[in-house]
């Protein structure tokens, strides 16, 4: 089983940047594929990107694309989301997530972390 830890969020103003950080422990990170998910109040859960478990492939949600990039150090079990231009409408929780490939349930998620984008 893999644990996963979330950090670096806060508040910013539109425009700025933050990097999101997800720490693993437990099993061999570097075999799951990555993914960061966020919710804001009263919405689902949203999907924002995905990273394969080598790096080679990168997916995004459309309303991230261009602004925010995923990346993984595997030597680190940590894997990044650096967001800039944020928007108020960025605001969430965010989630980092594991699973193996790209399709069924996932391994383990976060606990979360706060990011909001004022006005």
């Known amino acids: 089983q893999v644990q996963l830890v979330e950090s670096g969020g806060g508040l910013v103003q539109t425009g700025g940047s933050l990097r999101l950080s997800c720490a693993a422990s437990g099993r061999i990170f570097s075999s799951y594929t990555m993914s960061w998910f966020r919710q804001a109040p009263g919405k689902e859960r949203q999907f924002v990107a995905t990273?394969?478990?080598?790096?080679?492939?990168?997916y995004y949600a459309d309303s991230v694309k261009g602004r925010f990039t995923i990346s993984r150090d595997n030597a680190k079990n940590t894997v990044y989301l650096q967001m800039n231009s944020l928007k108020p409408e960025d605001t969430a929780v965010y989630y980092c997530?594991?699973?193996?490939?790209?399709?069924?349930?996932?391994?383990?998620w976060g606990q979360g972390t706060q990011v909001t984008v004022s006005s």
């Open positions: 997530a594991a699973r193996h490939g790209l399709a069924g349930d996932f391994a383990a």
């Open positions: 990273i394969t478990w080598y790096g080679g492939n990168v």
